[in-house]
C-alpha cells in the first residue's frame, strides 16, 4: 500500500490549487472554445510529475496512493475536467506495464512514463466493441520473433498526440471463452500504425479522440505486456479499476464545481429585493447539490482507499463511478438553471461543466454496466448460505 506523510499531501495539494487558479482557469476558456491542445498546460503536469502520478519511485514516479491521486484530479476538475483524461488514460497505461510487465518491461517503459518522454493511453474501444470488449476484431499473429497486429481502435484518448498505448487485441480469436484469447501489447507509434480522424464531441474538449489504424503493424514479441499470451483481459480489468476511480473524482470535481459556481452566482443575483440563494427553490437545489457532491466524494475516497488496500474493488469503484457521474450530470443541469440565461452563455464557466459532465456516465463503461456489475458483485458477496 502506497501511503503519503499527510505534510507533503498538504503541500501537493496547495501546489496545485495555486496552479489551477494561476494557469489553467484564466486560459480555460480560449483552449476548451477552440478546442485547441493546450500543449503549455501538458508541459506544467510533466513538471508537477503527473504523468508518474501513481507509478512507483523506483522507476520515476511519485507514487502516490489513489486516494491522493482522486483528490488531485477532483481539485483540477471542478475548473477544468478535461485535461486530467492527459495523464489518467496515461496511467492506465503505467499501472498495466507496472502491475503485469516482466522486469525488463518495467525498467525500459516506466521511466519514459512517468518523465512524461513517451505519453499515451489505453487503446480498447473499437467500431463495434465498447463495453462489450471481448467483441473486439483486432487481432495479432505471431511471426517469429514479431507479431502482426491489424484493425481499427476508436474514441482513444491521447490518439493523436500520444506516442504509445496499451494495445488490446485478439492472440487467438477462436478462443472459448473469448476472453482467454485476448492479450495486452505496449504498442509505440511506428510503420503500419496510423492515426485517422479527430473525433468531434460536445465536450471534453482539447484532449484529442482518435481512431487509431494498424495494418500490418509488426511489433517485437517483447511488447507483449508479461510476455504470455491470454492475460490481457485480466491485465485491462485491473486497469479498469482506477480508471473508474478516476472518472468518479472527475465526477466530483464537477458536482462540486457546479455547486460553488451556483453558490457564488446565487449570492450576487437579486431578485424581488433579495439575493436569489434566500429564495426557497434555490434554497432546495443547493442543499440537494451540497449533499450529492459530499456523497460523490465519500463514495470515491471509499474506492480509492479499497484500491490502496489492494482490495478487489470493482463493486466499490462501479459504485464511486456511476453516483458520481450521475452527481456531476445533476449538479452541473440544476447549476445552469440556477444561472438563468446565463447558464446558457459561453461567457460562464457552467456551461463547459455542463457540456463535460455527460462524458463521465460514459467513459470506463458505462453506468447501466456499472449498475450490473455492483449487483452481481453484492450477490457475491452477500450469498444465502
Partial sequence: MNKIDPADEAQLFATIDRWVEREVRPRVKEFDHADKWPAEIVEQMKEFGLFGATVSPEYGGLGLPATTYA??????SAVWMAITGIFNSHLMLALAVEKFGTEPQKRHWLPKFASGEVRGGLA????????DLQ??????????GDYVINGTKTWISNGIEGSCFALLVKTNPEASP????MSLFIAPKGPGFTVGRKLEKLGYKS???????F????????????EVEGRGFTQVAG?????????AARGVGIAEGALQLATDYAQLRQTFGKPIIEHQAIALKIGEMATRARAARLLTLDAAQAFDRGDRCDMEAGMAKYFASEAALENSTESMRIHGAYGYSKEYDIERLYRDAPLTCIGEGTNEMQRLIIARQWTRRNASA
Avoid at 467483441?135 to 517469429?144: F, N, P, S, V
Avoid at 473469448?178 to 484469447?181: E, F, I, N, T
Avoid at 484532449?207 to 489504424?213: A, F, N, P, R, V
Wanted: net charge positive.
Fill in 207 to 213: 484532449i484529442d479522440s482518435g481512431e487509431l489504424i
Fill in 239 to 247: 486497469g479498469l479499476e482506477l480508471g473508474r476511480i478516476n472518472v
Fill in 124 to 131: 480498447l474501444t473499437e467500431p463495434n466493441a465498447g463495453t
Fill in 215 to 226: 495494418q500490418d503493424y509488426r511489433i517485437p514479441a517483447d511488447h507483449l505486456i508479461g
Fill in 71 to 76: 483528490q488531485i484530479v477532483m481539485k483540477i
Fill in 135 to 144: 467483441a473486439i476484431r483486432m487481432t495479432a499473429r505471431r511471426d517469429k
Fill in 178 to 181: 473469448r476472453y482467454s484469447g
